[in-house]
């Protein structure tokens, strides 16, 4: 069955840190590319950043750039979201998702995780 | 960056009605643009993706047109389970999404 399981979130003062994980399972994740979406409460969707399959590329939003980090472990099956100098406005459900392509770094997410929720808030 | 402008942002429809979802692209992306549907709560459901393309599960129903920066979204008869917020991606530059459309009961 293909999963993604994020986890990681939680509460968190404005300016420190936290890093989220998102766990595959159920298809070859070295081959395809993910990507970080998230959700502010109340609001629409937010592309995040991008991880292409191999880890050699990397994009980031200009909302989140230099302070959030998009990385893999490709024998771990596993990806993460280093985010520090957190903001209010980072409050949010972050999401992974998979392109539905392999090896194709832009594309439609067709496997979404279920989210972990991020609070920064002193 | 590219900007992507969903109209209209709530609509109002009685179940067997048809609905039609616009999405405009600030510049022309082809055809790399998918839809999905999200109900409270949870993850969104990929619709239709390179514009037109139904995934795979997803109910004949829904159907996508569309090339360069305009492009639609329709639902062909309502149904009770489709009351939900739509988006629009584009991806032929990274990612952006629509700001959503909310499909309400009347």
């Known amino acids: 069955q293909v999963q993604l399981v994020e986890s990681g979130g939680g509460v968190v003062q404005p300016g420190r840190s936290l890093r989220l994980s998102c766990a595959a399972s159920?298809?070859?994740?070295?081959?395809?590319?993910m990507h970080w979406v998230r959700q502010a409460p109340g609001k629409g969707l937010e592309w995040v950043a991008l991880?292409?399959?191999?880890?050699?590329?990397?994009y980031y939003a200009d909302s989140v750039k230099g302070r959030f980090t998009i990385s893999r472990d490709n024998s771990k099956n596993t990806l993460f979201l280093q985010m520090n100098s957190l903001r209010a406005e980072d409050t949010a459900v972050y999401y992974c998702?998979?392109?539905?392509?392999?090896?194709?770094?832009?594309?439609?997410?067709?496997?979404w995780g279920q989210g972990t929720m991020v609070i920064v808030s002193s | 960056d590219i900007q992507m402008t969903q109209s209209p942002s709530t609509l109002s429809a009685s179940v067997g009605d048809r609905v039609t979802i616009t999405c405009r692209a600030s510049?022309?992306?082809?055809?790399?643009l998918a839809w999905y549907q999200q109900k409270p709560g949870k993850a969104p459901k990929l619709l239709i993706y390179?514009?037109?393309s139904l995934e795979g599960g997803v109910p004949s129903r829904f159907s996508g047109s569309g090339s360069g920066t305009d492009f639609t979204l329709t639902i062909s008869s309502l149904q009770p389970d489709d009351f939900a917020t739509y988006y629009c991606?584009?991806?032929?530059?990274?990612?952006?999404f629509g700001q959503g459309t909310k499909v309400e009961i009347k």
């Open positions: 998702a998979v392109v539905k392509w392999e090896f194709e770094e832009g594309g439609a997410f067709d496997i």
């Open positions: 159920g298809f070859t994740f070295s081959s395809y590319a």
């Open positions: 991880i292409s399959y191999d880890g050699s590329n990397k």
């Open positions: 510049q022309s992306i082809s055809s790399w």
């Open positions: 390179k514009a037109s």
């Open positions: 991606q584009q991806y032929n530059s990274y990612s952006t």
